[in-house]
């Protein structure tokens, strides 16, 4: 499962950036490290760790540190000074699930998903720009959704409101054969789905 662990922080660092290159703020890879030298939109981390070998002088220097910053620690390895445990998580992982019928829908245009956002509630995060390279699905009835990353050889799962089986189903027809990562604060309810935990992450946060 090491492994998948890379696998699952590279997934998240990638739709990190897409996030921010959604709101006009490019971020920088590095061999250790996603970086963003501008802060980035509410929810989304300054600095993510693709290696258990980052320390905070492979981040700190690249971001914009004052109080607010905030670094996804994806190893739970780091040490950073001034900074304090925002919340821990766990990494996640499933096998490919099985094909099986889904009425839920993918969140094509503009307005599908200003709806999904109201849905989730969130208001002006979710920017048009998401839908080129993520994809964003949601239950008939607007009552579950979820993003899915397709980056690499899992597809990462984020963003999960509502009916877990549901998302499954809808990932098993969209990527089929492809395995699913991401993680979660509390895992119980993708366990009872048949992941599995992989690895613990932080998020610290400057005061």
């Known amino acids: 499962m090491t492994g998948w662990l890379g696998v699952a922080a590279s997934d998240n660092a990638r739709w990190c950036d897409l996030m921010c290159r959604a709101h006009g703020i490019p971020g920088t890879f590095a061999a250790l490290a996603w970086t963003s030298q501008v802060r980035t939109p509410p929810f989304y981390p300054d600095a993510v760790t693709l290696s258990p070998e980052a320390t905070a002088a492979d981040l700190l220097p690249h971001i914009d540190a004052s109080a607010g910053a905030s670094v996804k620690d994806s190893f739970a390895t780091l040490d950073l000074p001034g900074f304090d445990v925002l919340f821990e998580a766990q990494w996640i992982f499933r096998d490919a699930p099985e094909r099986s019928a889904t009425s839920w829908r993918v969140v094509r245009d503009e307005a599908a998903l200003a ?28 009552s579950a959704g979820a993003v899915l990353t397709a980056t690499g050889p899992a597809v990462g799962v984020s963003n999960v409101w509502g009916d877990w089986s549901g998302v499954l189903a809808a990932a098993a027809g969209l990527f089929p054969g492809r395995p699913l990562v991401g993680y979660e604060s509390d895992p119980s309810d993708a366990l009872k789905q048949g992941f599995t935990t992989i690895g613990p992450l932080r998020v610290w946060l400057k005061p």
């Open 115 to 142: 709806a999904w956002e109201r849905a989730c509630g969130v208001q002006d995060l979710f920017r048009p720009a998401l839908l080129d390279e993520a994809t964003i699905v949601h239950a008939p009835d607007l």
